[in-house]
């Protein structure tokens, strides 16, 4: 397989087998299908397919640069594969495991994975990431995910799934910088370092990809919900129940 005529310009072209080296043609056939399939089945807009290794797979290849080598990753809300498959086609020292609610989408992501024979470093699992958390795909060293929800809800999906010590990468872009100044306090209260900007692909994209780095300190415990006054009864009972100091928020941003 080599790289087909999708390709826009020499420029990417040359991108693509920097970051997919002799996968590319791997990763051609992956492209075939997001423009083919992918379109039909309504997972990729029409408008995406001149463009597609430009601004899908090369901009999610770049993440790559700040995976080490051999770790496990989640990418939470694959979609039809963003960057998760991409990660897979050009990282095969890494074990993916694509976290994904709708049928339609792991439909396309279990066949995308057989026919790109990925079998062996990727796993597809139904659900949602909150509802995934007590399942294999925890503790893992780094989670990923594009385009799938703002900074706040994202660290409070994505952080309880990696290891202490692991990171979440969102590949953001232009938002990146706002999101954080915004966002900065619930990332720390979900046991988040703090945020930074991460550029990928500088000598390769321009712009480069944007990625909010958030590395995980501690594990988001939270404060057991103060009783309401139907249940707490009298108030000696209720000050003796103390603990519930901010579970509003904390299950909230679980919810
Ligand atoms: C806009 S799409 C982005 C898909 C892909 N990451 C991309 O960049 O093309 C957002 C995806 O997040 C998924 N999603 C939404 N809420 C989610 C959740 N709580 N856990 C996991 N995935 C979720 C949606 O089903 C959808 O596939």
Known sequence: MGIDGLLPSAEVAAAAERVFGE????????????????????????????????RHLVNCAV????????????????????????????????????????ARRTAFLSETVTALGLEST?????????????????????????????????????????????????????????????????????GGADPVVRLCGTDLIDPPATVVEIVKERDFVPSRPKPSSRAAGPKRDAAGKSGGRGSGRGRTRRG
């Not at 043609?25 to 290794?53: F, K, M, N, Q």
């Not at 007590?134 to 990696?162: E, F, I, K, Q, Y």
Request: net charge negative.
């Open 63 to 102: 993440l790559g640069e700040i995976i080490p080598i051999g770790a496990s990753v989640v990418d939470v809300g694959s979609g039809a594969g963003l960057p998760g498959i991409v990660l897979a086609v050009a990282r095969p020292d890494l074990s993916i495991t694509l976290v994904e609610p709708l």
């Open 122 to 190: 990727v796993t597809v699992v139904r659900g949602r990431a909150e509802d995934v958390v007590d399942g294999p795909p925890a503790g893992a060293d780094v989670v990923t995910a594009r385009a799938v929800a703002p900074l706040d809800r994202l660290a409070g999906w994505c952080l309880p799934l990696a290891r202490t010590g692991g990171r979440l990468l969102a590949l953001k872009g232009a938002s990146a910088a706002d999101e954080i100044a915004e966002h900065r306090a619930v990332v720390a209260g979900l």
């Open 23 to 54: 996968r590319v043609g791997l990763a051609a056939e992956y492209a075939r299908l997001l423009s083919t399939d992918g379109v039909v089945r309504g997972l990729i807009g029409p408008r995406e397919t001149p463009r597609i290794w430009e």
